[in-house]
Every structure is written in structure tokens, then in C-alpha cells.
């Protein structure tokens, strides 16, 4: 039976770096997510026998070979085993954004296959063992997208990874003014995927240890502003976790350096803005795009101003976006 | 008596960055770095009953009040102190290369005071207490300036400071070959100084700690690589803590981000240059400005690539430089 899901990608406002487990995926810290409304991946499933092996179609290109391939079969061999099937698959899947370039394309992507993955194969799981199947992708963020609203993957204590799943700590219209404007700068695929990155930050940077000293007080922070509505207590909390992140990148050895003069550029003019009043805060993944936090009021002159940066090539303003839903209109 | 010092500034290998006392300006680590042969200051200095106060001009500007104007004061007042006199001076002190602009303008300038000053005042200092009076200044990179060649300021333990002084580890000709290309993109002087940028990072920096840890590692690769002239083991160890230093300034609150877009351009290029198998090293201050460490063979090339890059303004080459001179080509 095909299935089809439809699941938006996600933005970090307290990042999630590095793992205790690489096998069951488990993070060293906490993070807490918002939905975008309008990034998202469509991905329709059929477990077939006329399949005599799996069939991977990623943004009209079929994949045949190479991490993310071995990566979806990994994912497909997860759901067959808990389906207790052995029946090969067929998967297509388009994102409606740049794939690879730091916009979770690889979260709301394993989320969807996670989702409409298990469906096909009969099993009929709830959003904890979604999230859980989710998780297990590799792509620990893709736990995180089938939620919507404002999520958190919490990390959970437990060796087996039993309690590492996402909850959504508000739903998707808590709060209509909040904005999401991504910035996309440059649409080139990513040198060092976040796996390997983070993996290598792990073992090798002299500051992470910092980094996750303070990862508890950001985590309060945010919740406490999302509770209260409070946008200048997560804004600020999000930005100075993002620099932390992106330090702990730096300092990677060899370094990770994703920021491009272009998302400085923007960081910059971001911090100026503010200066002048106008409060936006940024975020950037491990990618060299600039996502942009602000409120209804401030959107239209926020996105003008980015707008008139010339290495901007475009933006797209997101509100915050629903959990995943499943859909009749199969991609074939 | 009117005395003139001309003092190179420097590059530093391992950094500089946060004190263990402000008012005597101690370090929290110890740092090497390499002179200039090409970038100086030269300060003319005279005590002389006909001054009703201190006459500071830098590059041909009469400054008469600000942090500069102060430091300079109090500076003097250090020597005055020391020499038993009360007479007020006139300074006169030029640079041949932008002031404030994350060139060390400051190291080569207070160390051409202290030396200057120091002998107007009819004092005779040996090079150990030079470089501490230069530490005084309250730009502690000024206490290696005077030295030349490669120098070490050791922290020293004591609460004095009377063990926290540079000495010359490596001298002027020792590596004929050694090459600093400074890479000038923008002569608009820091919104942050050092001195506040560093007192705020060690107030606030969560990753702070982190730095410190592995200073002492790096301070031995880069003593061993100059003994053996190992220029990889050089360049490696002081691109990777340059690196290591602005990650502590992006995450100190509220954060110090000196690079510029154009900094981070350099910092890929370098980068692209080294997987390509051309050996040069990047290290930045508290600037926009890049230096390139690398060898006498590769110095053409690179520079050659440098000055392709557009947001260069200018490139100055410059080999290891010599310890202060006294001369008596007076600026007044």
C-alpha cells in the first residue's frame, strides 16, 4: 500500500551537537526546535514484491549508491524488522527547498520516511515510537520534525534510547505573531555533512565541554520564553546558542568553518539592525544559510532589509509550522 | 634630551587574550610571537620644563584626551615615577601602518614609548625591565615588541610581575626563510579594543576555560617548531589558535565578532590554497586583518593568489624582524 507524508523541516533555537551513543543516536544535550510552516518534505512509500531491491527517488533523481542511500536502506531495514516483512521498497521523496544546504532537508526527509515508511508496512505507531524511529535515521533532528509547534528532543538517560524522543512544548498556533525568515544565500551542498561534523567535534574540539556546560541554562531560557512569551529571552538565548555552536565548529579539528562571507555579512548587518532597534535574532545550522527570528511587527522591515543585501538570492518568511500529516496525493 | 625609538610590532603565534591582573597587566597564559621587519612605530619623546603638560601627537593629530591620550599619560607618569621627576613631555609617534586596525599598533607603540620615554627620562633600563615597563603600558603585547626576532612573554607566577616579561627565544636571522604577508582589507579601526574585548571574555566567555587548557600544548609545538624549524608544526599550531581565541570572542557576551566577510573569504581561500598543497597559515588579532605565515618559496604564490582576492586592498611581506633601535632622526 503506498503511503504519503507531508513533514516540515525544523530550526534549532537550542542546538543539538554532538552524541553519547552513535549507534542509537542519542544527543549530549537537550535541544528544542520550531516548526517552519513552509519548508517541507513529501515522501510516498510502497513496500512491493515486484521491488527486487530498494528504489530511492530523491528530487526527481534516482539514488543508487552513497551515504544518503545507504542511509534510507538502513532506515527501510529498521521499519521491515519491526514490520516483520523483508519486502523491498520504493521511496520518492522532493523536498520544496535546496536539499543538503542547511535547512534540515535530512530532518524533515527521515522524518517523513519514518512516517509514511512505517504506515506502508502496517505498523501503526504512536508520535513517542515515531519519534524513536525517527531518531534512529542517523539524522537525530528528524525525531524533532513530525511534531510541529515548538518541540524538544529530550535526551533522555536511558542506555537503549527508550526515553530520547521529541514532545511538542507548544502547538503550532500558540503563537501567531512568531516569524521564521530564511535567508538562503547560496544553494551549494554542504562540504561536511552534520553527522560527520558533529562526530569530529566530539572527539576532537578543545571547547565543546563548555559548550554543553551551558546548554541547561539555554534550554530553561527557552521553554521559560515560550511559556511567557517573553521573544527577547529566546531571540537572545537562540543567537548566543547558535555563536556557541558554530565556536565549538571553529575549533573542530580540522576546523569547520560553515559560515561563508555572506552569512557574516549577515550576522553583522543582524546585530547592527538590532542596534538600531529593530529585533531580529539570527540562527545558523551547519550550513552557510541564515535563518532570521522576529515577530509579525518587525517581518516586513526585516525581510526588506535582507532583501537589499546582494548576496541574498532569496527569502522565504515562515510562521511556525503543524505537525506532520499523511496524504492521498501520492508522489507516483 | 629628545630620544627616538623605532620598535617593529608583532604577529602573535600563540595569543594573548585575558589577564590574571588588570592593573599590572599579567596574563592568563603565556604567548610567543614573531616581529615585523616591515611595520613600526617611531616615538620621539622629550621631558622638558617648557611643557605646562603632556604634548601626545600621533600620526600628525594632536590628541588631547580619550583612552589613548590616558594611557599615554599614564605611561609617562610610570617613567616619571621611576626617573624621580615631575617634568612634562612631548611625545611625537608615528606609525607606517594603520593605527587600531588589528595591526598591533598599540605593541609597537607603548614598547616605543617605553624605550624612548625610559631614556629621555635619563633612565637606563636592561631589556628585561623594558619589557616589563612596556607591559605597564596596559598593552601587555607591548612587553614582546622590543625584543625582536621570535619572542615568549611568559606569564610568570608571582604577584608582583616581576617575572612576567618577554625574552627572545629564536633571533632575527635565525629562519631567513620565515615570511608574514599581511593581508590589509579594511583601515577602519575596531569598535571593540582589545583590552575591553579581553576583559569581557573572560567575564562572560562559557568556553573561556577551554582556551586556557590547551595553551600550554600549543606554546610547546610552537617552541619545538621553531627549534627545529618544523614550519608546519608552526603554522598548524598557530592557525588552530587563532581559531581557538575567536571562538572565545564570538561567544563572550555580548559577542565580539572582528571578523569581517572579507576576513572569512581569506580564511577559505587559505584553507582551499593548503588542500591544494600550498603551505600557508592564517592568523587574525582583534581586526579584520589576515597574516599569512608561510615560506620564502611559497611567498610569490601566495601573495600573487592574496592579491587576486578582490577586498584586498594591499598585501606588505614581511620577514622576522629586528629588537628596537634608539636613532637620532628626531620627529621634531
Redesign the interface.
Known amino acids: 500500500m503506498k503511503t504519503t507524508a507531508i513533514v516540515n523541516s525544523n530550526i534549532a533555537l537550542v542546538k543539538y551537537w554532538g552524541k553519547r551513543d552513535e549507534k542509537l543516536i542519542l544527543p549530549n544535550n537537550s535541544n528544542i526546535s520550531v516548526a517552519y510552516d513552509k519548508l517541507n518534505t513529501i515522501t510516498t512509500v510502497e513496500f512491493n514484491l515486484d521491488y527486487s531491491k530498494d528504489i530511492f527517488i530523491l528530487d526527481s533523481n534516482e539514488i543508487t549508491d552513497g551515504p544518503v542511500f545507504k542511509k534510507t536502506t538502513e532506515h527501510l531495514n529498521i521499519i521491515r524488522q519491526k514490520a516483520g516483512i523483508e519486502t523491498r521498497a520504493k521511496v520518492v521523496s522532493k523536498n520544496n527547498f535546496p536539499t543538503a544546504a542547511g535547512l534540515a532537508s535530512s530532518a524533515s526527509g527521515f522524518s517523513a520516511l519514518a512516517f509514511a515508511g512505517s504506515k506502508a508496512a502496517g505498523l501503526n505507531l504512536d508520535q513517542r515510537e515515531l519519534s524513536i524511529l525517527a531518531r534512529l535515521s542517523g539524522s537525530g533532528s528528524a525525531s524533532r520534525s513530525l511534531i510541529g509547534g515548538f518541540a524538544e528532543w529530550m535526551k533522555g538517560e536511558k542506555a537503549d534510547g527508550s526515553d530520547s524522543y521529541a514532545i511538542q512544548i507548544a502547538k503550532p498556533d500558540y503563537w501567531p505573531e512568531f516569524r521564521i525568515i530564511v535567508a538562503i544565500i547560496s544553494e551549494a551542498r554542504k562540504k561536511t555533512s552534520s553527522t560527520d561534523g558533529m562526530n569530529l567535534t566530539v572527539k576532537t574540539c578543545?571547547?565543546?565541554?563548555?559548550?554543553l556546560?551551558?546548554i541547561e541554562q539555554d534550554l530553561e531560557n527557552v521553554r521559560k520564553g515560550i511559556a511567557e512569551k517573553n521573544f527577547t529571552l529566546i531571540g537572545s538565548t537562540a543567537e548566543?546558542n547558535c555563536?556557541?555552536m558554530?565556536?565549538?565548529m571553529?575549533?573542530t579539528?580540522p576546523?569547520l568553518?560553515y559560515?561563508?562571507?555572506?552569512?557574516?555579512?549577515i550576522?553583522?548587518s543582524v546585530?547592527d539592525w538590532r542596534k538600531q532597534g529593530l529585533e531580529g535574532y539570527f540562527t545558523i545550522d551547519a550550513g552557510p544559510q541564515v535563518k532570521i527570528i522576529c515577530l509579525e511587527k518587525d517581518v516586513e522591515e526585516i525581510n526588506n532589509k535582507l532583501c537589499s543585501i546582494p548576496s541574498v538570492k532569496k527569502t522565504i518568511i515562515c510562521k511556525v509550522g503543524k505537525e506532520a500529516i499523511l496524504t492521498d496525493n501520492h508522489l507516483f
Chains 1, 2 share one sequence.
Open positions: 578543545p571547547l565543546y565541554q563548555g559548550w556546560n551551558t548566543f555563536l556557541k558554530h565556536a565549538t571553529i575549533t579539528q576546523s568553518i559560515w561563508m562571507p555572506e552569512t557574516l555579512e550576522i553583522h546585530l
